[in-house]
């Protein structure tokens, strides 16, 4: 899924499943369909600061390097997994001081004291071997602040300050690849409603928050436009009519999740959506 290389491969071999879509369907070789791995705990950044021009926002982003087991290659915020000194394990101070703590590391954006706001949770889907539970916070800084980010040349590359549409439209043509959830993010900033939604809706309260974004992945036979391949690897979030379908562990759909596009798929070496 968005944790590997994921084109189509003489490894990968057809799997007929009742719990699957459509009555042949392909998954790659590794694909785990015993035991769900156990997640790893991470936390994610979404740093952002007003245009030069005062009108929107402007987000910063990596690139991940090519050799890395996880999202190689693909345009990412600062983050990573959280540390046995961050705090206790799985306790809401640790997620937080991971999110500190990565986006240093990985962007030199130091955020102190500065409040960061918890507003979504994703878990990778069961099939992957890899998994992680990862909380996204939104820090956001002034105009002047944050002009010396850089990425940390070992896991991330080509750091940039860019609006949320630009990553989307450079997505769109092919130019970068971005994950399912760095998208749904991507969607929501691009949208000046969405910040004042996320100070009051009750769907962005820490209670619901708890409750992670779990997607479903699979191989799926069919033509897609503007692809010449015979089948697709598609991820289905829980208000997706397939969902329920589809092997793999299920979730029920967060309410924050319900404007969001209910399925992705790969054609070449990026998602979209379809």
Same mark, same amino acid.
Request: proline share 10%.
């Given at each position: *899924? %968005? #944790?590997?290389? @994921?084109?189509t491969t003489h490894s990968e071999r057809t799997v007929s499943t009742a719990n699957s879509p459509g009555s042949q369907s392909r998954a790659p070789a590794g694909l785990n369909l015993d035991q769900p791995a156990t997640p790893r705990l991470a936390a994610t950044v979404v740093v952002a600061r007003p245009t030069a021009t005062g009108d929107g926002l402007e987000l910063f982003m990596l690139r991940r390097s090519a050799r890395s087991k996880f999202m190689p290659?693909? *345009? @990412?915020?600062?983050?990573?997994?959280?540390?046995?000194?961050d705090g206790p394990a799985g306790s809401d101070e640790a997620f937080e001081v991971a999110a500190r703590r990565e986006c240093e590391e990985e962007s030199g954006i130091v955020l102190g004291g500065r409040p960061v706001r918890w507003f979504?949770? %994703?878990?990778?889907?069961? @099939? &992957?071997q890899r998994r992680y539970l990862a909380r996204f916070y939104l820090?956001?800084?002034?105009?002047? &602040?944050? /002009? /010396?980010?850089?990425? /940390?040349?070992? &896991?991330?590359?080509?750091?940039? %300050?860019?609006?949320?549409e630009e990553f989307l439209d450079d997505c769109a043509r092919g130019a970068i690849d971005l994950p399912p959830p760095t998208i749904c993010t991507l969607l929501r900033m691009r949208e000046p409603s969405w910040l004042r939604e996320l100070a009051s809706a009750p769907a962005y309260s820490p209670a619901q928050?708890?409750?992670?974004?779990?997607?479903?992945? %699979?191989? @799926?036979? #069919? +033509?897609?436009?503007?692809? /010449? &391949?015979?089948?697709h690897h598609h991820v289905f979030l829980p208000h997706d009519?397939?969902?329920p379908a589809i092997q793999?562990? +299920?979730a029920a759909l967060p309410e924050r999740a319900r404007p969001l596009p209910p399925r992705f798929v790969r054609v070449g070496n990026t998602w979209r959506v379809p």
């Amino acid at each position: *899924m %968005w #944790g590997t290389r @994921v084109g189509t491969t003489h490894s990968e071999r057809t799997v007929s499943t009742a719990n699957s879509p459509g009555s042949q369907s392909r998954a790659p070789a590794g694909l785990n369909l015993d035991q769900p791995a156990t997640p790893r705990l991470a936390a994610t950044v979404v740093v952002a600061r007003p245009t030069a021009t005062g009108d929107g926002l402007e987000l910063f982003m990596l690139r991940r390097s090519a050799r890395s087991k996880f999202m190689p290659d693909a *345009m @990412v915020f600062p983050g990573g997994k959280l540390d046995p000194g961050d705090g206790p394990a799985g306790s809401d101070e640790a997620f937080e001081v991971a999110a500190r703590r990565e986006c240093e590391e990985e962007s030199g954006i130091v955020l102190g004291g500065r409040p960061v706001r918890w507003f979504d949770t %994703w878990l990778t889907p069961s @099939v &992957e071997q890899r998994r992680y539970l990862a909380r996204f916070y939104l820090a956001q800084l002034q105009r002047h &602040e944050g /002009d /010396d980010a850089a990425a /940390d040349g070992h &896991e991330t590359h080509d750091g940039r %300050w860019a609006r949320a549409e630009e990553f989307l439209d450079d997505c769109a043509r092919g130019a970068i690849d971005l994950p399912p959830p760095t998208i749904c993010t991507l969607l929501r900033m691009r949208e000046p409603s969405w910040l004042r939604e996320l100070a009051s809706a009750p769907a962005y309260s820490p209670a619901q928050l708890r409750t992670p974004i779990l997607p479903k992945w %699979w191989y @799926v036979e #069919g +033509s897609i436009e503007g692809s /010449d &391949e015979p089948a697709h690897h598609h991820v289905f979030l829980p208000h997706d009519p397939e969902y329920p379908a589809i092997q793999g562990e +299920s979730a029920a759909l967060p309410e924050r999740a319900r404007p969001l596009p209910p399925r992705f798929v790969r054609v070449g070496n990026t998602w979209r959506v379809p």
